[in-house]
């Protein structure tokens, strides 16, 4: 099946520790994105990467990274200097930086 | 940078009835989508939608991008509409902005 999986579906991790969340897609797709959201809120842009090996900050990068080796691959490691990293972490790709996004299922984090 | 703002933030229907969301943005955009998002977290997509109209059974979509807003009409809701409506839009700079929702609660 084509889409997008995101895994795992829930996390936990202890406060301090650095935490790896995956994104993989096999729609051939160049962009590829992650979002935060939090409870009652809209979706906020962390990083998006219009191309291999190429990535951009969103509008709250701070205590997060990405790497974009692969095409089908956008993984987000959550760091241990992001302050508040307990949330729903989305991912999302499109055909190229201006077309229509579709997005998987979704991890939530929880820092204990 | 870009505002983007839904209205009415909830919603509550009851089945049968006819609903429209609005979404108002603050600056010319090259590319707008409405999503469902589901009790499970997932987002659906509904309209890419950048201008123009478009309809997809129950549901249909204005975007007057000149103007900054776009509608998403609901025509007899049901108990399986409920959930969250967002509204995304993009610049040229590529950057996606999502408004805070709707939450729509359709009652049997």
């Known amino acids: 099946d084509g889409g997008i999986t995101q895994s795992p579906k829930y996390l936990f991790r202890k406060e301090g520790q650095n935490v790896t969340l995956s994104c993989e897609q096999n729609?051939?797709?160049?962009?590829m994105y992650w979002y935060r959201q939090d409870p009652g809120q809209g979706l906020r842009l962390i990083y998006y990467?219009?191309?291999?090996?190429?990535?951009q900050k969103g509008d709250i990068a701070e205590g997060y990274s990405v790497s974009r080796e692969k095409k089908e691959s956008f993984p987000l490691t959550v760091t241990s200097a992001q302050k508040n990293p307990t949330a729903f972490y989305l991912c999302?790709?499109?055909?190229?930086?201006?077309?229509?996004?579709?997005f998987g299922p979704g991890t939530r984090l929880t820092v204990l | 940078g870009i505002q983007v703002e839904q209205s009415p933030p909830d919603l509550i229907l009851q089945e049968g009835a006819n609903s429209t969301l609005r979404c108002n943005f603050s600056d010319s955009v090259n590319n707008l989508q409405w999503f469902h998002q589901n009790p499970w977290g997932q987002l659906i997509n509904l309209f890419y939608?950048?201008?123009g109209t478009k309809q997809n059974g129950r549901l249909s979509a204005t975007t007057v991008a000149t103007e900054r807003y776009s509608l998403l009409y609901i025509s007899s809701s049901q108990t399986t509409d409920s959930g969250v409506y967002f509204c995304a839009v993009k610049t040229n700079a590529g950057k996606s902005t999502f408004g805070d929702g709707t939450t729509l609660t359709v009652k049997p």
């Open positions: 729609l051939n797709h160049d962009a």
């Open positions: 999302a790709s499109s055909v190229s930086i201006n077309n229509e996004q579709f």
């Open positions: 939608i950048p201008s």
């Open positions: 990467s219009q191309i291999v090996n190429d990535f």
